[in-house]
């Protein structure tokens, strides 16, 4: 599809959204669901209404481009992606098509329209998110998605080799653990997809992106499916077939592309299930065989199945022969660690697989935490203790019997070592207990954070558009002079015990910091006053772990609304404020109070001074709220116009109260002593015992703020391997006293999850 007359495709209506599913597992796409129940007649049917409906759909509406399309990112035998402009929300976007040749086949578009709506609904931070359906005038349809700036694995695998042509060490961010650490999150990626339901099929480092922030996505579910959803026979398989090998004429057979009819997948990457066409049978231990083909090349840097022509190929994959287990630099030792979970990864049968991929993930933790793995043999000392231990009355009247002075010796010391080896099997035990739910908060806290940010971008997607312009609100803006005043103050304030003074969810306060003049700021103020209820749903969405979006019906909505606020006003939520001030000096804050200092300036904020003229989201260091609520994180983004000139900052602040009673603790682990969260420079943010505390601050620059100290953590190994982007846990004594450190990193922001762990007490079990 290309760009004419500074026009692009159409963004669907409301009637082309999806719901999502909140349960366990996703929901079928539509059109996937329908056809797999009724015969090919009728589903072929159904996917002729769907073109018709997104075709009427795309003529009702007015020719107003959401989009202007940039230029084209990339191009493949099927269709295109373009680098756009959302011309509502003023951010890039990628745009995926069809190609105009491939669009009227209905196997392309019903295979496109389920790589659309399965990745939609998979919402895990290596997952690139979808944002909407885009149809263009012409009927034609296509999906936006975040743009992901960086590099695939394949392109990082070329580029390590080159270190090795040119007789050098690899440098960390192409060394075998930064290769692990991004193969561990694609792990992690199918471990939660495959816990929905979903199964990739097309696992490649060609389909895996490297963020220029360390980011890692897993990319183009075109050929994904729901694993207990059953694909029906579609004829236009083999017309597809044809289409793509007329699209690779006159060129070499190409190992490493797409195959679509009724072999699905890549021929390099398929598991032997997959290549022999049995797709009702495939499941997660498919896309396992095909992580661990990817795992060969990660370690070896050469790919696992070679040949020239793909036949060739297909009869490897079918009989799972692997290359030769040697480095692309023959002097470089591989670990055989490593060798045993890519043999157990891809074995032929599936059942000689790990159980899930969550296994396989665990196993390589394991490696990187220098502890024995699941998949290698144990060593035979051990298995004759634990043989005796089975038999221990057969094997002592039988020893006793022959060698009866020799014996007590002899038995003496194989129960010492086997006291000893059960000692340190119940030690690992412990440990390994330790490290997952340390591993697992690390994951919720990721996940809390990525919440907020979502939720603070909506609000300030909405700020722009109406910075762009609106029209004026009907309900009339509240000064925060006005809250004192009972004739001016809001209808509904109220007095929250939580926050210990009257607030208004209805409104928020509006602030001109000293020196602005109220009538010039009145038509803004007018059309921002729209963010009340922006303001209003962020902070009822994220009142407790559990909140859910506002029912759809209006009826309900009001009820549940209601008895939600009273929650907020009781107990908070987990955000304190949230924010939008412009660079003129006007400032609006939720829920609407009074109680500002009388030369209070946002602008002179550090949460302003933060994010001012920056992209993206910025997390700030801890400072004191100066309307009571103690220490204070505080998350904001800047605002740009169309024109893309500087206007302003929004944001929220979370409390460190909230944080630690919420986010950081661990249940039913009595022995964790202390909780941090470190950032990127390894400096303390917040620790568990900073709950309630007001010592240890310094001013800010005009003394109305005072800011929390943050020190570098005093652990100096701990640190080190912060700052060189390694997890795992130190094991050490001070003042009589053993102790463990854990650390996991926090992806979504760079920071870490540190736990200060007695260890007598985790292991006083293990020691008795």
């Not at 490649?204 to 980011?215: C, Q, V």
């Not at 890692?216 to 694909?231: K, S």
């Not at 002899?410 to 010492?416: A, C, F, H, I, V």
């Not at 039913?668 to 002593?673: A, H, M, Y």
């Amino acid at each position: 599809m290309q760009e004419t007359d500074d026009q692009g495709p159409q963004s669907a209506g409301a009637a082309n959204s999806v719901p999502l599913d909140e349960s366990a597992t996703l929901q079928a796409p539509e059109q996937t669901s329908v056809a797999a129940q009724l015969p090919h007649q009728a589903a072929k049917q159904r996917s002729e209404q769907l073109s018709e409906q997104l075709s009427e759909q795309a003529d009702a509406q007015p020719h107003r481009h959401h989009h202007l399309y940039l230029n084209l990112m990339g191009e493949g035998a099927m269709g295109q992606v373009y680098l756009a402009k959302d011309r509502d929300l003023q951010r890039k976007v990628a745009i995926k098509t069809l190609h105009e040749n491939v669009m009227g086949n209905r196997e392309v578009l019903r295979r496109f329209l389920n790589e659309m709506q399965i990745t939609a609904q998979l919402e895990h931070p290596n997952v690139v998110p979808i944002y909407g359906l885009v149809v263009a005038a012409d009927g034609s349809i296509g999906y936006s998605m975040k743009v992901v700036k960086g590099k695939n694995l394949k392109t990082l695998l070329a580029e390590t080799r080159v270190f090795y042509d040119q007789k050098k060490r690899p440098d960390p961010a192409h060394s075998l653990n930064m290769r692990l650490h991004y193969f561990l999150m694609v792990c992690d990626a199918m471990a939660y997809a495959h816990n929905k339901g979903v199964i990739h099929r097309d696992l490649k480092p060609a389909n895996i992106m490297l963020g220029t922030y360390n980011e890692v996505y897993v990319m183009d579910w075109g050929i994904a499916r729901l694993i207990e959803h059953q694909e029906p026979d579609h004829p236009e398989s083999t017309e597809l077939s044809k289409i793509q090998l007329q699209a690779l004429a006159g060129l070499e057979e190409d190992l490493e592309a797409t195959q679509i009819g009724q072999i699905l997948g890549t021929p390099r990457y398929m598991s032997p299930q997959q290549a022999a066409g049995k797709n009702a049978e495939l499941d997660g231990k498919s896309d396992q065989f095909a992580l661990g083909l990817i795992l060969f090349e990660l370690v070896t840097l050469k790919p696992a199945i070679q040949g020239k022509q793909v036949i060739e190929v297909v009869k490897k994959i079918l009989k799972s022969e692997l290359e030769p287990y040697q480095h692309y630099a023959p002097r470089v030792r591989l670990p055989l660690e490593l060798l045993a979970i890519i043999q157990k990864a891809t074995a032929i049968k599936p059942d000689d697989r790990y159980p899930t991929v969550f296994e396989m993930a665990n196993d390589i933790r394991r490696y990187l935490r220098d502890e024995p793995i699941s998949a290698r043999a144990t060593p035979p000392l051990q298995k004759l203790l634990r043989w005796f231990n089975r038999h221990r009355t057969l094997s002592l009247s039988g020893v006793m019997s022959v060698f009866l002075l020799s014996a007590t010796a002899t038995l003496s010391n194989l129960y010492q070592q086997q006291a000893s080896l059960l000692k340190a099997n119940q030690r690992e035990h412990q440990l390994t207990q330790l490290l997952n739910a340390v591993g697992q908060k690390s994951q919720d806290i990721d996940t809390q954070f990525l919440n907020l940010e979502q939720r603070l971008e909506k609000l300030a997607a909405a700020a722009r558009a109406l910075l762009n312009g609106s029209r004026p609100d009907s309900q009339p803006f509240t000064y925060h002079t006005a809250f004192s005043s009972k004739l001016k103050q809001p209808a509904d304030l109220s007095y929250s015990s939580h926050y210990g003074k009257m607030l208004s969810l209805e409104q928020p306060d509006v602030l001109l910091a000293p020196g602005a003049e109220a009538q010039q700021f009145t038509p803004l103020l007018s059309r921002l006053q729209h963010l009340r209820q922006d303001f209003r749903q962020l902070f009822l969405t994220t009142r407790s772990p559990s909140s859910a979006e506002p029912r759809a019906s209006q009826s309900v909505q009001i009820s549940q609304v209601s008895q939600d606020e009273q929650q907020v006003l009781k107990t908070g939520s987990a955000v304190s404020w949230a924010y939008l001030a412009l660079k003129e000096g006007v400032q609006l804050s939720y829920p609407g109070k009074t109680g500002y200092p009388l030369d209070y300036d946002p602008r002179r904020q550090s949460w302003y001074r933060l994010a001012a003229g920056t992209q993206g989201m910025q997390w700030g260091s801890p400072h004191i709220d100066v309307q009571g609520q103690g220490l204070v994180l505080s998350c904001t983004t800047a605002l740009y116009d169309q024109n893309n000139q500087f206007r302003g900052v929004a944001g929220l602040d979370l409390t460190f109260d909230y944080m630690i009673k919420n986010w950081m603790a661990i249940e039913n682990l009595p022995f964790i002593e202390e909780t941090y969260l470190l950032n990127y420079k390894g400096e303390v943010i917040i620790r568990s015992s900073d709950r309630n505390k007001k010592q240890g601050l310094r001013f800010g620059e005009n003394r109305l703020e005072a800011v929390l100290d943050t020190p570098p953590f005093a652990q100096q190994q701990v640190l080190q391997n912060i700052q060189k982007q390694k997890l795992g846990y130190l094991e050490y004594q001070e003042n009589s006293r053993n102790l463990l450190l854990v650390y996991y990193p926090i992806k979504s922001i760079n920071w870490y999850y540190v736990v200060l762990v007695n260890g007598d007490q985790l292991f006083s079990q293990a020691d008795e």
